[in-house]
């Protein structure tokens, strides 16, 4: 294996930025055109084209990012940034979903107190909504639109399991790395993958419930949106855990890793750690309370 530099390493251009930036803005453009029902079949065509760009551009990042390693360029201090940039990236994805976290709390807490008349807003309530029940979740939009509440117990309950299990499985694997027992540490992480990949498929079921049998769907006012918005980008999440660990499951078959330089490892698992305590957020918030 090559010296490991002490310097701090300055990679070339990358291409890779750009192409990820397109990827998003096909992601979000054809997720809009979709969700809005406009533009026929273009919607689910962009995505999908999103969704290829993203998946191409991350398997090339991470390949250079593994070529680079193995080649020996990067120092102590470039593992430090390392660490430091994923540390602030979670801690942006906290504040990604506290934002709709909070969105959830203050439709529940405030909002729909106020329009039911809390506060002395009885005159506002009989001008905007006289029939107006306030409660949660609110299964009818004024303008008529009904559907049903999506209960905890089923398939969000199996999924919960699936999830806190694999946070287990991800946990033995990391520690199958540090005692340098191999064929566990593929055996770990590949159920972790296999887990991440089921909790995704059940989801999809879910969807397919709620749309079909519930009339739960994203036009079914402050609810609907609420937990499509929520439960949908904490599976976007998830579908990138289960990437980055599919990544790391192939990197450890071709021998890569030891017990004292693993952080692509380690940075995975922190990620998807900090997804499963995200779902347990909502499985409590969205669908228990």
Same mark, same amino acid.
Request: hydrophobic fraction near 55%; glycine fraction near 10%.
């Given at each position: 294996?090559?010296?490991?530099?002490?310097?701090?390493?300055?990679?070339?251009?990358?291409?890779?930025?750009?192409?990820?930036?397109?990827?998003?803005?096909?992601?979000?453009?054809?997720?809009?055109?979709?969700?809005?029902?406009?533009?026929?079949?273009?919607?689910?065509?962009?995505?999908?084209?999103?969704?290829?760009?993203?998946?191409?551009?991350?398997?090339?990042?991470?390949?250079?990012?593994?070529?680079?390693?193995?080649?020996?360029?990067?120092?102590?201090?470039?593992?430090?940034?390392?660490?430091?940039?994923?540390?602030?990236?979670?801690? +942006?994805? /906290?504040?990604?979903?506290? #934002?709709?976290?909070?969105? =959830?709390?203050?439709? *529940?807490?405030?909002?729909?107190? @106020? !329009?039911?008349?809390?506060?002395?807003?009885?005159?506002?309530?009989?001008?905007?909504?006289?029939?107006?029940?306030?409660?949660?979740?609110?299964?009818?939009?004024?303008?008529?639109?009904?559907?049903?509440?999506?209960?905890?117990?089923?398939?969000?309950?199996?999924?919960?399991?699936?999830?806190?299990? +694999?946070? /287990?499985?991800?946990?033995? #694997?990391?520690?199958?790395? =540090?005692?340098?027992? *191999?064929?566990?540490?593929?055996? @770990? !992480?590949?159920?972790?993958?296999?887990?991440?990949?089921?909790?995704?498929?059940?989801?999809?079921?879910?969807?397919?419930?709620?749309?079909?049998?519930?009339?739960?769907?994203?036009?079914?006012?402050?609810?609907?949106?609420?937990?499509?918005?929520?439960?949908?980008?904490?599976?976007?999440?998830?579908?990138?855990?289960?990437?980055?660990?599919?990544?790391?499951?192939?990197?450890?078959?071709?021998?890569?890793?030891?017990?004292?330089?693993?952080?692509?490892?380690?940075?995975?698992?922190?990620?998807?750690?900090?997804?499963?305590?995200?779902?347990?957020?909502?499985?409590?918030?969205?669908?228990?309370?």
């Amino acid at each position: 294996m090559a010296v490991k530099t002490q310097q701090y390493y300055v990679p070339a251009q990358s291409p890779w930025p750009i192409v990820g930036a397109l990827g998003l803005f096909l992601l979000a453009t054809g997720a809009g055109l979709w969700a809005a029902g406009i533009a026929g079949i273009a919607g689910p065509v962009v995505f999908a084209a999103g969704t290829l760009v993203m998946t191409v551009m991350l398997f090339g990042w991470f390949g250079n990012v593994i070529d680079e390693s193995h080649s020996g360029l990067y120092s102590d201090q470039m593992d430090r940034s390392f660490r430091q940039g994923m540390s602030w990236f979670i801690f +942006s994805e /906290v504040m990604f979903f506290g #934002a709709f976290f909070g969105a =959830l709390f203050y439709a *529940r807490i405030l909002a729909v107190p @106020w !329009l039911g008349g809390a506060g002395n807003n009885a005159m506002t309530n009989a001008v905007l909504w006289p029939d107006f029940s306030a409660s949660w979740p609110l299964l009818q939009t004024p303008g008529g639109i009904e559907t049903t509440a999506m209960g905890w117990l089923g398939l969000p309950l199996i999924n919960t399991i699936i999830l806190l299990t +694999s946070s /287990v499985t991800a946990h033995l #694997a990391h520690l199958a790395l =540090l005692q340098e027992r *191999r064929p566990r540490l593929k055996q @770990w !992480l590949g159920l972790t993958v296999l887990l991440g990949l089921t909790f995704l498929a059940l989801q999809v079921w879910e969807y397919v419930h709620a749309y079909a049998e519930l009339g739960l769907r994203l036009d079914s006012g402050i609810y609907g949106n609420t937990f499509f918005l929520l439960t949908g980008f904490h599976g976007a999440h998830v579908t990138l855990g289960t990437l980055m660990l599919f990544v790391m499951w192939l990197r450890v078959r071709k021998g890569h890793f030891t017990p004292a330089q693993h952080f692509g490892f380690q940075a995975s698992s922190w990620y998807w750690h900090f997804v499963d305590v995200v779902w347990l957020c909502l499985f409590v918030f969205v669908y228990i309370l």
